[in-house]
């Protein structure tokens, strides 16, 4: 009776010791301006759609934005959390994202706005830093078909980017031809 008493013991402290080592890392990551960046870039660019605004006005332009603003994301990722396979899962993410973004004729700009490759990332993000064992195995049982993807990916996006610069051309050219009829 006094061994199971103990034992239960040990167990309450070493799951209170887990529990405060849990909010510890969160504070800790709370505090760090990567994570903020994480945050806001959620924020601004998926729920407020600033990246697929800037896409419709510019296009390939808010892609860009959005792959470059994700940095921090996998800054995390690689050097706070220490996790490779959440870091593919990212840069997954990031590229679904540019490559969608970059459909033609503004289909991309449309499906971006159902993307929100910020969001997902921030929640993987969280699911780590909270230990929550359902979103790290799936990421962690992903890991190698997501690298596979990641370079059938950036070929797709070498494509698209080829693409959008020969789309680009031609409205340059279409406002230039406008500019001479005047």
């Known amino acids: 009776m006094k061994k ?3 034992e239960i013991e040990i167990a309450s ?3 209170q010791e887990d529990i405060d080592k849990k909010e510890a890392t969160r504070q800790w990551l709370q505090r760090s301006w990567s994570y ?3 945050y806001y870039l959620k ?3 998926d729920d407020l759609y600033i990246d697929s605004i800037v896409g419709f006005i510019f296009p390939g332009a808010g892609d860009v934005l959005s792959a470059i603003m994700s940095v921090p994301s996998i800054y995390v990722a690689i050097v706070k959390i220490k996790s490779l396979p959440l870091t593919l899962a990212i840069i997954y993410n990031i590229l679904v994202d540019c ?3 970059m459909l033609p004729f503004y289909i991309g700009d449309v499906f971006d706005i159902f993307v929100r490759a910020n969001k997902k ?3 993987l993000i969280m699911g780590f830093v909270e230990n ?3 979103i790290i195995k799936e990421v962690n049982r992903k890991a190698i078909y997501m690298g596979i993807m990641i370079l059938l990916l950036c070929v797709a996006i070498y494509f698209m980017i080829l693409f959008v610069k020969w789309q680009w051309e031609l409205m340059m050219s279409f406002w230039q031809w406008i500019g001479g009829l005047f």
């Open 13 to 15: 402290v070493k799951l």
């Open 132 to 134: 929550d064992k359902k």
């Open 36 to 38: 903020r960046s994480i």
């Open 43 to 45: 924020k601004y660019l």
């Open 121 to 123: 990332n921030f929640n």
């Open 4 to 6: 199971e008493k103990r």
């Open 99 to 101: 490559c969608v973004g």
